[in-house]
């Protein structure tokens, strides 16, 4: 059993050295994220517990660190095998023994993991609760140390959650089976039910609850009226080049359209959608977890079991039929944290179709449904912060306005002067034609128009006629339109027509104001979040490059490129153009067993990288300001690489020799040697750069005064190699 640690209110896992050493160690992260703390805190001291934790907060490493820090295996519950399996694949990566049962194995695969947990080798054993079902699951069970059980997708056991799994239920089960052994469950749904219900159906005891912020400050949040779909859309993606998105489209011959016509401009697109044969659904989705393709067009039904952490938008072409599910599916951008764009496209016939398919509502339930379909098109019309309004709806309050991450704070959207005169004047012209009407009449009359129809009418009479003249025609239907989504007139029957309701009558009369917006084309402002590092164009250059090297590696190892390395880890790498083993640890993202397995070949391609593209390795960040807190568990590791190379860089060695002698990469070899000429105050050049040659680079530095390498090497005609120039200025840089 593990050892009980003691009972304490305060998240001592925040400042646990033991917790941050792993925490650095096998996942390369410095700090924990909002909210982690508690909820490993719960996990270590065996309370059971419910942490709620948007999507990107960081839930996983929750359970995963607290498997590693206690003794045992712990059990996670998960469900679905592709979720499954990019977590056990995740975990390999990092150093964990981490595996899975599922249908999907090969009998001799599962004899290997049964033989581990026999053994007691395994730290996490993920299991769907399918498997938890069959008759042997106990046996095999009582036959490991089971640290702790935590639940993922835990929402998936309520019925009031979008995602209900009746196999769910069984988990209750694992209580009887193992009364000792605490339950954790981790969801990223936050409505109070949902939560009851959690606690209630998995049996949770004085369950300590975590909730974090839902706000995603690193999505931008903005809605469109839709004009014309695809510019549009086309304006989005233009502003995404080379970037993971998805389009969600309502209905299935909306994503076959819009998939072609984006794939007749060129665009790599594919579709998805529950009416594609099984097996074209899973290419398609393997395209787009490895990187082939890059946009998704796509109903609901393209949902969870996306994991690609780094798709940087998401495209509503219309409008969801509740905030709930807004959240969810916009939610699938920015998962690594970095920036990310959400854009909704909605006319004012969405909420009308929402009905159609709701019918006549029978129950409160079908009200309620009513009800969301309403507060969704409220979302696209509002005028207040976007973040303020998703974070109120789920009943958190919101302080940071302006958010400075959404359409309305940054006043993409005018107001139009003298709304709610406006609007009464189009409401009084509907009922001067009797509410008989639509609304494309309605606009020629306010507009003064001379058409054979109203003149035919007599509408050229009206005292409403040649009202809003000075307005454009399309102005004025999109006028309409907003007075139908604000709920002040309704289209009715077969041929749509205009009428005023009750509302819109209190409009008239005064006792109630209005805000139209200015229908104008919008230049949409692309915001970087705290989380993304600036980059300069060329290194922004040299993140595509390694996002392309990347690839490779994944295709080597059979997994997707974002189980490798996340964007957040190749920004930094490309802002920091870490040149030594040393300084590669130092990079959020890379843990000891990564940059073992890929630390020689990333360093060469961050060399080679930042040769291409004109820049120094080593960046702005002196390589020698990895200060982290001596963990008493493990002692920072000697490097023995290192010291080799530095040894015989005393003696004399060059970079080839000692590249040769310790059989690492040059260019790791070459990283070391920077960090000997600056550690050793070397003031000679040679053996690495000839006097000759040392003299050349200095004299070209001097005229240009310049810092960076390209100018050196270009005024040199190429003839000094970027190695060289930056071994002569280590050099001179001891000199003063
Ligand atoms: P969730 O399951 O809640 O959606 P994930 O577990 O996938 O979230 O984590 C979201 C992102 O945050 C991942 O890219 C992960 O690597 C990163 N992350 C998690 N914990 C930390 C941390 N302590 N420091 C920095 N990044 C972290
Ligand atoms: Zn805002």
Redesign the pocket.
């Known amino acids: 059993m593990p050892h009980s640690a003691p009972p304490s209110a305060l998240p001592k896992a925040a400042t646990d050295p033991a917790l941050l050493d792993l925490?650095k160690r096998i996942?390369g992260?410095e700090?924990?994220?909002p909210n982690?703390a508690e909820a490993v805190e719960a996990l270590m001291t065996g309370r059971d517990s419910l942490t709620i934790?948007?999507?990107?907060?960081?839930?996983?490493?929750c359970y995963q660190l607290p498997a590693l820090a206690k003794p045992g295996m712990a059990i996670v519950i998960s469900p679905l095998l592709a979720l499954m399996k990019d977590q056990v694949d995740s975990l390999v990566a990092n150093g964990v023994a981490a595996a899975s049962l599922n249908s999907s194995m090969t009998s001799d695969e599962k004899r290997r993991v049964v033989d581990d947990l026999r053994a007691g080798r395994l730290k996490l054993l993920y299991l769907s609760p399918e498997r938890l079902a069959s008759p042997d699951s106990f046996e095999l069970l009582s036959q490991a140390a089971i640290s702790f059980i935590a639940i993922d997708e835990a929402h998936c056991v309520s019925q009031w959650g979008h995602e209900f799994r009746p196999d769910y239920r069984n988990l209750a089960q694992l209580r009887t089976w193992f009364p000792n052994v605490s339950m954790h469950a981790f969801t990223?749904t936050a409505t109070q039910t949902v939560r009851d219900d959690i606690v209630a159906a998995l049996g949770l005891k004085e369950a300590s609850v975590v909730v974090g912020s839902f706000d995603r400050p690193n999505l931008f949040y903005r809605a469109e009226f839709r004009r014309d779909l695809v510019p549009q859309v086309r304006a989005v993606l233009d502003r995404h080049p080379g970037e993971a998105g998805i389009l969600y489209c309502i209905r299935r011959a909306d994503v076959e359209s819009l998939c072609e016509t984006l794939q007749g401009l060129g665009y790599r697109a594919l579709p998805y959608h529950a009416g594609l044969p099984a097996e074209t659904r899973r290419q398609h989705q393997e395209a787009f977890s490895k990187e082939e393709v890059d946009l998704m067009v796509a109903t609901v039904a393209f949902g969870m079991g996306i994991d690609r952490?780094n798709v940087r938008f998401v495209i509503h072409t219309g409008m969801p039929k509740s905030i709930e599910n807004y959240q969810q599916e916009a939610g699938r951008a920015g998962?690594?944290?970095l920036a990310a764009e959400c854009v909704l496209l909605y006319g004012a016939a969405d909420p009308v179709s929402w009905k159609s398919i709701q019918g006549e509502p029978k129950t409160p339930y079908d009200q309620h449904a009513l009800d969301k379909i309403r507060e969704m098109y409220r979302f696209c019309r509002t005028l207040t912060c976007r973040h303020r309004f998703l974070v109120t709806y789920f009943g958190e309050a919101f302080e940071a306005t302006p958010c400075g991450a959404c359409d309305v704070c940054l006043g993409e959207h005018q107001v139009l002067p003298d709304s709610t005169v406006v609007a009464q004047k189009i409401l009084s012209c509907v009922v001067r034609v009797q509410e008989r009407f639509g609304a494309r009449h309605v606009a020629e009359v306010l507009k003064g128009s001379k058409t054979a129809k109203l003149l035919q009418l007599g509408h050229d009479k009206l005292s409403t006629y040649g009202l809003l003249a000075d307005h454009a025609i399309a102005d004025l239907s999109d006028w309409i339109d907003q007075l139908v989504g604000h709920g002040y007139l309704v289209r009715a029957g077969e041929y749509q027509v205009l009428k005023v309701t009750p509302e819109g009558r209190a409009l008239l009369k005064g006792e109630d104001s209005v805000q139209l917006t200015m229908p104008r084309a919008t230049v949409a402002k692309t915001v970087k979040s705290s989380e993304d590092l600036p980059l300069s164009p060329a290194e922004e250059a040299l993140f595509q490059d390694l996002r392309g090297w990347r690839r490779t590696m994944a295709q080597e190892r059979g997994v997707p490129p974002y189980l490798v390395l996340?964007d957040?880890t190749l920004r930094e790498l490309a802002s920091r153009r870490p040149a030594s083993d040393l300084a590669l640890r130092a990079i959020?993202?890379i843990g000891e067993t990564k940059a073992r397995d890929l630390g020689d070949r990333l360093l060469e391609a961050l060399r080679q990288g930042a040769e291409a593209n004109g820049l120094e390795l080593g960046g702005d960040a002196p390589l020698m300001t990895v200060a982290k807190p001596a963990p008493k568990a493990s002692a920072p590791r000697a490097n023995p690489t290192r010291e080799t190379a530095f040894e015989a860089f005393g003696q004399g060695r060059t970079v080839a020799e000692v590249s040769e002698q310790t059989g690492r990469a040059a260019s790791t070899i070459e990283g070391y040697l920077l960090e000997y000429l600056q550690e050793e105050r070397v003031t000679s050049p040679e053996p690495w750069v000839d006097r000759e040659t040392y003299e050349q680079v200095l004299s070209k530095a001097n005229e240009l005064a310049a810092e960076r390498l390209k100018p050196i090497f270009e005024a040199l005609g190429g003839s000094v190699s970027y190695g060289a120039i930056r071994i002569a200025l280590a050099v001179r840089a001891n000199q003063g």
Do not use: H
Request: glycine share 20%; charged share 20%; hydrophobic share 35%.
């Open positions: 925490l996942w992260y700090a924990f994220l982690q934790l948007p999507t990107g907060g960081g839930k996983s490493i990223a952490s998962r690594d944290r996340g957040a959020k993202g």
